[in-house]
């Protein structure tokens, strides 16, 4: 999603790294609990357990940390999460879907509303955004996993319908309910993917320029800053100047 690997591009070039690796970590160890909590602890019996263990192990994330989420969430103290929708609007009127798990509905509901308030946006109905985009699966491998033939053929073998490349990146798009099948498919070819995950797809982007760019990024960090957001999706776009320029 361009909107999403450029705001993570920005957060690398303002050394965020270290930061940003330890949120990617907790959120990675909730889905997992949520995962697990939901379907149980075996991940051959649960589908969204096992892909969370393995985007989780494609992040490095240590085994006893994923073992630990999985006990935690299937013990009798696990936490009880609700996983929740936020739509809105930020800067230059891109639309914003905010995906939410949390212990405490208040405290997240705070939250998003203040990120958004804070830097020019503005909470809207459920719905309100959602048009705009597609929910499918996405799944990610290295370029170097195959040529883009190769991986092109793979793909719509194993039922996906898009493949994009670029010079680090497959990015390989299918329907939502066909994202199980898919991955298992690739994997006989290529291994475990780096990443596979129930997106929303934007349909079209917005153009923001140097005007609106720095406000939208400091909303967008707000959200991905809160311990109870998961995930972030936006339908901007954003030039490789203006990109250049906030990683100043």
Same mark, same amino acid.
């Given at each position: 999603?361009?909107?999403?690997?450029?705001?993570?591009?920005?957060?690398?070039?303002?050394?965020?790294?270290?930061?940003?690796?330890?949120?990617?970590?907790?959120?990675?160890?909730?889905?997992?609990?949520?995962?697990?909590?939901?379907?149980?602890?075996?991940?051959?019996?649960?589908?969204?357990?096992?892909? &969370?263990?393995?985007? %989780?192990?494609?992040?490095? !994330?240590?085994? =006893?940390?994923?073992?630990?989420? +999985?006990?935690? *969430?299937?013990?009798?103290?696990?936490?009880?999460?609700?996983?929740?929708?936020?739509?809105?609007?930020?800067?230059?009127?891109?639309?914003?879907?905010?995906?939410?798990?949390?212990?405490?509905?208040?405290?997240?509901?705070?939250?998003?509303?203040?990120?958004?308030?804070?830097?020019?946006?503005?909470?809207?109905?459920?719905?309100?955004?959602?048009?705009?985009?597609?929910?499918?699966?996405?799944?990610?491998?290295?370029?170097?996993?195959?040529?883009?033939?190769?991986?092109?053929? &793979?793909?719509?073998? %194993?039922?996906?319908?898009? !493949?994009?490349? =670029?010079?680090?990146?497959?990015? +390989?798009?299918? *329907?939502?309910?066909?994202?199980?099948?898919?991955?298992?498919?690739?994997?006989?070819?290529?291994?475990?993917?780096?990443?596979?995950?129930?997106?929303?797809?934007?349909?079209?982007?917005?153009?923001?320029?140097?005007?609106?760019?720095?406000?939208?990024?400091?909303?967008?960090?707000?959200?991905?800053?809160?311990?109870?957001?998961?995930?972030?999706?936006?339908?901007?776009?954003?030039?490789?100047?203006?990109?250049?320029?906030?990683?100043?």
């Amino acid at each position: 999603m361009a909107g999403h690997s450029k705001w993570a591009n920005i957060q690398h070039r303002k050394g965020r790294q270290d930061k940003a690796r330890s949120k990617l970590f907790s959120k990675l160890s909730k889905e997992i609990a949520i995962a697990a909590k939901m379907g149980g602890g075996d991940p051959e019996g649960n589908p969204r357990l096992r892909l &969370a263990i393995n985007n %989780a192990k494609s992040q490095s !994330v240590p085994k =006893d940390n994923i073992q630990r989420a +999985i006990d935690k *969430a299937t013990g009798a103290d696990g936490a009880e999460y609700e996983e929740i929708r936020y739509e809105g609007f930020g800067p230059a009127g891109i639309g914003v879907i905010v995906e939410v798990s949390t212990d405490n509905k208040n405290r997240a509901a705070a939250e998003v509303r203040t990120a958004f308030a804070k830097n020019g946006g503005n909470l809207g109905e459920t719905g309100s955004v959602a048009f705009m985009f597609d929910q499918v699966g996405e799944v990610q491998y290295n370029a170097d996993a195959a040529d883009e033939d190769t991986m092109l053929e &793979a793909a719509i073998e %194993a039922g996906a319908e898009d !493949v994009v490349t =670029d010079e680090d990146t497959h990015t +390989i798009y299918c *329907a939502r309910e066909d994202l199980h099948e898919v991955v298992k498919a690739l994997e006989t070819s290529f291994g475990e993917p780096n990443s596979a995950n129930m997106i929303w797809k934007p349909q079209n982007t917005i153009d923001v320029g140097a005007d609106k760019a720095p406000t939208l990024m400091k909303m967008l960090d707000a959200l991905e800053d809160s311990d109870d957001v998961q995930n972030v999706y936006a339908n901007f776009d954003i030039s490789e100047e203006v990109m250049e320029s906030l990683g100043d």
